[in-house]
C-alpha cells in the first residue's frame, strides 16, 4: 500500500497505511479472487488490528463449516514431521480463536492478554498538541525574562 505520490515517502510523511485503509483495500483483494467475497477461493480469516496486518486465507482447506482454522498445533505438527511421513495441513491445524477471526470486536487482540496503550506524541494529536503549547508556554517565560 503506498501514497500514490511518487518517489520516496516515509512513513513519517503519512505514507503509511492505516487498519482501515488496510482491512478496505483486503476486502477489494478478496473480490479479485473470485468475484464476490462469498464466492472467492480466498477469504479474509484474521486480522491483527494493532500492526495492520490481515490474514488471506484459501478457503480450502481452512474454511471449515464455516469456521477458520489457521492456528497450528505445534506439537502435532512436530510428530507429523518426526514421523517422516507425507502430512497434509488439514492434520495439525487448528480452529482461530474468535477473537483473532476477520471482523472480531477484539481486533486480533487476545482478551486474556494486557494490553498497554501508550501516550504518544504523533503530530495532530490532542497529547502532542498540549505538549507543544507548554513548549510554547515554557519558551514564552523565557523570551519575557530575556
Not at 487448528?94 to 492478554?113: H, L, R
Not at 494490553?115 to 494529536?125: D, I, L, S
Not at 498538541?129 to 519575557?144: D, M, T
Request: charged letters at 25%.
Amino acid at each position: 500500500y503506498g501514497s500514490g505520490g511518487g518517489g520516496a515517502a516515509s512513513v513519517a510523511d503519512g505514507a503509511a497505511a492505516g487498519s482501515g485503509e488496510v482491512k478496505d483495500e483486503a476486502e477489494v483483494e478478496v473480490e479479485f479472487t473470485g468475484g464476490t467475497p462469498a464466492g472467492a477461493d480466498y477469504g479474509l480469516a484474521c486480522e491483527h488490528q494493532h500492526s495492520c496486518c490481515i490474514l488471506l486465507a484459501r478457503k480450502d482447506p481452512y474454511l471449515v463449516d464455516g469456521e477458520w482454522h489457521t492456528w497450528i498445533n505445534y506439537e502435532k505438527f512436530q510428530d507429523l514431521t518426526a514421523a517422516g511421513k507425507p502430512f497434509k495441513a488439514s492434520e495439525y491445524m487448528m480452529p482461530t480463536p474468535k477473537w483473532a477471526t476477520w471482523g472480531a470486536e477484539e481486533g486480533g487482540f487476545d482478551p486474556e492478554e494486557t494490553r498497554v496503550r501508550k501516550v504518544r506524541n504523533h503530530p495532530g494529536t490532542e497529547a502532542a498538541l498540549a505538549a507543544q503549547a507548554e513548549v510554547n508556554a515554557i519558551k514564552s517565560i523565557a523570551a519575557l525574562k530575556a
